[in-house]
């Protein structure tokens, strides 16, 4: 009942719609009466009693009913798909609205397929309950009920007879709803996984071809559709139980037509023309009965899909806005104080403290795992510290508008991601209304515009899905680029210039000092070339700060910066004697 009702919500604002939809239903089931009924009054009227001139009105009268049941039905279908589509957009929208607004936790625990399971074969079951399901129950329904009453009104013993089936069927139906709901939830969720295989497998293509697994990809895959298959097999097992004895069920009128309807008839208890009449309608019981089981499937296909999307849809972000969160300019002084944070139960940092001030320069350097990436994460209020407080201009980012605090942070993050757009499009993300001489201006900062300017197409080049086609430093500094276009009062620059040449590496940097001036940057690195230049660097590791200074400072330290700077640079020309002396 609670998928009824929420699915009601996206397709009351067609009321009216449906009810006259409804209405038609009726009309053309009533409708659906008068062949059968007609029929019988031309086998006791026309032939046995001679009534030749009844013939040609009565024959008008059925191929009339006929035609304007058939425009009939062919409307109220066309009013439910168009219900359908509107609701379906109605709910895809709700869904693609409430995967904006979640959190990167969400991202880090749900698997992509799971998610375009929720977005593509769920939603569709859900549009084929509005578009079919729906007036299908309401039609089989209405022509049973006219069917039943018709028959009534001819001999209420001989409809009796026929109604035995009933409690039988009824038996079987429910028995088939409880079992089968649950091999439905098992598809949907084998489906699932299904799909995640599939989205990992294309996603990871290069890296599959560069190891030359395919097979072993082939195997995983074989692995994940022979348990789709095989859940298949079990909803098929469960209906296939109840399926043939519903149809059974349905078939047995026929053979109490001939025994009830044949005693009756011989006994005069009814007309010849009634027998036929009986006959006629026969499938007015019989194909009922027998809808009524796969319809009974298509409903718990709907529940066990509405049951997967409002587990979705009821997904809430642990990150939102407060109540009057503030919306104010910032200027970019940022402090963590006494920052711890984990991920479920394992520790990411701990007990951090340190400030930036506008126009600083702030170098974070550490092994792999030290929480560098986590660190500044935190700024952007992609996750929220579960000790301390992360403040911007002396306001906690908890109590800030998310929009206007991230609009004011500029991320170049470490997994660079481009679109399937052009080079201008994908600079332009953040300023999609920015001039085109000020995205040349970003791309030049990043050392971006020389190879851009001599693609064949320049800056409308079309790059592949996820920069596919261009190298890792190009997609680097385009990344980069569009971090730089967003004018941002903070800067945060994750491992940016990794995947390109020492020289590149020092160019960007040099340009990239004058673009510092008056914001509050973020460099993360592993090279000392990257951060030597920083009017602070930090040094993380396993979650803390155990080292932080200038680079001459760290230098003096002989700590862990001053082995990396070691295990970087060595003694080539006795730069390190020079830069510690």
């Known amino acids: 009942m609670e998928n009824v009702k929420w699915v009601w919500k996206y397709i009351r604002k067609y009321k009216l719609r449906m009810c006259i939809a409804l209405i038609f239903v009726l009309v053309a089931s009533a409708l659906s009466m008068v062949t059968p009924y007609v029929s019988g009054i031309i086998i006791d009227k026309v032939i046995k009693q001679s009534h030749h001139d009844m013939l040609l009105k009565l024959c ?11 425009i009939i039905r062919f409307s109220y279908q ?27 936790k969400f991202f880090d625990t749900t698997r992509t397929g799971d998610i375009m ?18 007036y299908m129950v309401f039609e089989n329904a209405a022509i049973f009920i006219f069917a039943v009453t018709l028959l009534f ?13 009933v409690p039988f069927l009824a038996w079987a139906a429910i028995r088939l709803a409880g079992d089968v709901r649950p091999t439905f939830s098992a598809i949907r969720e084998q489906f699932s996984r299904l799909n995640s295989v599939v989205q990992e497998n294309i996603s990871g293509n290069r890296v599959i071809k560069a190891f030359a697994t395919e097979y072993i990809e082939i195997n995983k895959f074989d692995k994940e559709n022979e348990a789709y298959r095989q859940r298949n097999m079990d909803s098929a097992k469960v209906w296939s ?32 023309g009634e027998l036929v009449t009986f006959n006629s309608i026969v499938w007015a019981l019989g194909n009922p009965m027998r809808n009524f089981g796969w319809l009974i499937n298509d409903i718990q296909r709907f529940n066990a899909s509405a049951d997967k999307i409002r587990e ?39 007990n951090v403290s340190l400030k930036a001030k506008p126009g600083e320069t702030v170098a974070i350097i550490g092994p792999t795992g030290s929480g560098k990436s986590t660190l500044v994460n935190l700024i952007c209020r992609f996750y929220d510290c579960s000790e301390g407080e992360v403040l911007i201009d002396n306001v906690n980012v908890k109590d800030m508008d998310l929009r206007t605090l991230r609009s004011k942070v500029s991320v170049a993050m470490q997994d660079v991601f481009l679109f399937s757009d052009t080079i201008e499009g994908n600079i332009a993300y953040g300023v999609p209304d920015a001039p085109y001489e000020s995205i040349k201006q970003a791309a030049g900062i990043a050392d971006a ?22 190298s890792g430093g190009q997609r680097q500094r385009i990344a980069l680029a569009r971090a730089i276009l967003k004018d941002p009062s903070i800067l945060i620059l994750d491992d940016t210039t990794s995947s390109v040449d020492m020289e590149t590496e020092f160019e960007i940097h040099r340009t990239l000092r004058s673009f510092y001036n008056n914001k509050t940057t973020f460099i993360i690195a592993h090279r000392i070339s990257s951060v030597k230049n ?48």
């Open 153 to 165: 009104t001819i001999n209420w013993q001989f409809t009796l007879a026929m109604l035995l089936v």
């Open 241 to 272: 139980k109840y399926l043939p004895i519903i149809d059974a069920l349905a078939g047995t009128l026929s053979l109490i037509i001939l025994i009830v309807g044949g005693i009756l008839t011989i006994n005069n208890k009814i007309s010849i």
């Open 534 to 581: 920083a009017d602070k660097i930090i040094v993380l590791n396993g979650g803390q700060i155990i080292e932080q200074g200038t680079h001459k400072e760290l230098l003096n330290l002989k700590g862990y910066y001053y082995n990396v700077y070691q295990s970087q640079y060595g003694d080539f020309d006795g730069l390190d004697e020079k830069e510690v002396g």
């Open 60 to 70: 008008m009268l059925m191929l009339a009913a006929t035609i304007i049941k058939s």
């Open 78 to 104: 066309i009013m439910f798909e168009t219900i359908s589509q509107g609701a379906y957009m109605k709910i895809r929208e709700s869904m693609y609205q409430k995967l904006q607004n979640m959190d990167f």
């Open 117 to 134: 399971a929720r977005m593509t074969g769920d939603m569709d079951t859900v549009r084929h309950l509005i578009s079919w399901v729906i």
């Open 449 to 470: 515009d020389d190879f851009i300017s001599s693609l064949p197409e320049g800056y409308d080049t079309i790059i592949g899905e996820r920069g596919v086609g261009l």
């Open 312 to 350: 979705y849809l009821n997904n809430e972000s642990a990150i939102s806005n407060i109540e009057k969160a503030a919306k104010k300019e910032i200027t970019g002084f940022v402090e963590f104080k006494n920052v711890s944070f984990g991920y479920d139960n394992d520790e990411v940092l701990k």
